[in-house]
């Protein structure tokens, strides 16, 4: 069902609380607009600490990456940020979306 | 995000509340929103919206772009009884995205041959409910027949709200269970909401039937339900 939580082992904000409560900085990313075929739907999270540690995910794992090294200048500066990643950009998916997938991801601190 | 936001936002996920985190896509600030506040205008609407659907997205507002994220809890379902109807019940159910969970203290029924790779207790309802308590999202199905196995979880499920309460029987058989009901001091308006003869109103004959009408029913009350802090949207939508 849609917006379901998993009350499982992922529960990313979850982390982020326990995290935040051991005195880590903490980033949360979020997926806020998809179009075409993304792989993970709006509202997943993948949340980052200042060591570059994360958990969760914003796509199939391909922009992950680009989304960490992004969370690093957001937990500096404090300044939430969109990005968004479609099929052109390097940093994109470079298999698996054949549909053309695109999504917009917001990027905050916690604190 | 507000560290307040995020231990509130867990603590409801974790009572088995729905909440909304509202984010401004703007300036980043964000408020949790329960099921049932107050928010007029537009906005509230789209957060109305977003409660039922249990879908999260942006809205635009004016010149604001806001985030919804939404967080509802799995929808399951209670079946008292581990009868012929569960057995049916148990996979439709599984194929709709509820998770569902059988409990009867007869043992003769409640055996892991009938129900393999079910959720069952072969206890008394009492004491299930008691360390696994119903809530607003999870309807409740007694298709025992039997009083001293049914009525306890009927009288617990209409008081803690869920959303979906069901009885299987004849209107004979129900108009005595409602007069059991108004014994245990249950209100009218409560003992109203319980759909009875259980099912929507599709000629199910067979126990695979009745599931399919019981498996309807319950996602009708789902998706009708009413938002707020009383969940009495069951009486509208079901169809005695």
Redesign the interface.
């Known amino acids: ?7 499982g082992q992922f529960d990313e ?2 982390t ?2 326990s995290w ?1 409560k051991a005195g880590r900085e903490v980033a ?1 990313a ?1 997926v ?2 998809t179009w075409g075929s993304a792989p993970r ?3 997943s999270h993948l949340v980052i600490d200042e060591d570059g540690n994360f958990e969760g995910s914003v796509s199939g794992g391909c922009v992950e990456g680009a989304v960490v090294t992004e969370a690093m200048d957001v937990l500096r500066s404090g ?2 940020k ?1 990005l968004e990643f479609g099929v052109a950009d390097e940093t994109a998916w470079r298999v698996g979306l054949s549909c053309g997938g695109r999504i917009r991801v ?1 990027v ?4 | ?3 307040l936001s ?2 509130k ?2 603590e409801e ?1 974790r009572n088995r509340r729905a909440v909304i985190l509202l ?1 401004d ?1 703007g300036d ?1 600030r964000d408020r949790v929103i329960r099921e049932g506040d107050a928010i007029p205008g537009v906005l509230g609407e789209a957060i109305d919206k ?1 409660f039922r ?6 809205v635009e507002i004016g010149d604001n772009r806001f ?1 919804l ?7 399951r379902i209670v079946v008292i009884g581990a009868v012929h109807i569960s057995q049916a019940l148990a996979p439709i159910a599984a194929i709709a ?2 998770d569902l969970e059988v409990i009867d203290p007869r043992t003769a029924f409640a055996t892991p041959e009938r129900f393999d790779g079910v959720n069952l207790h072969a206890d008394w309802p009492e004491d299930v409910l008691k360390t696994q308590p119903l809530d607003r999202y999870t309807a409740l199905a007694a298709v025992t027949h039997d009083p001293k196995i049914d009525d306890f979880p009927i009288a617990e499920a209409l008081r803690t709200g869920c959303f979906y309460v069901g009885a299987l029987g004849s209107r004979k058989t129900h108009a005595k269970r409602c007069e059991r009901l108004q014994a245990m001091g249950i209100p009218d308006d409560a003992i109203s909401r319980i759909a009875a003869p259980i099912g929507l109103d599709i000629g199910a004959s067979s126990p695979a039937e009745i599931a399919v009408a019981v498996m309807a029913e319950i996602i009708s009350s789902f998706r009708k339900r009413e938002l707020g802090a009383t969940g009495k949207a069951v009486a509208e939508t079901a169809t005695p």
């Open positions: 069902m849609n917006g379901v939580f998993s009350a904000l979850a982020a609380e935040m949360i979020t806020v607009e739907p709006v509202g300044e939430p969109m917001w905050e601190r916690v604190g | 995000m507000d560290p995020l231990k936002v867990n996920r984010t896509l980043g977003a659907t249990g879908k999260s997205g942006t985030f994220n939404v967080h509802v809890p799995p929808a995205g509820f």
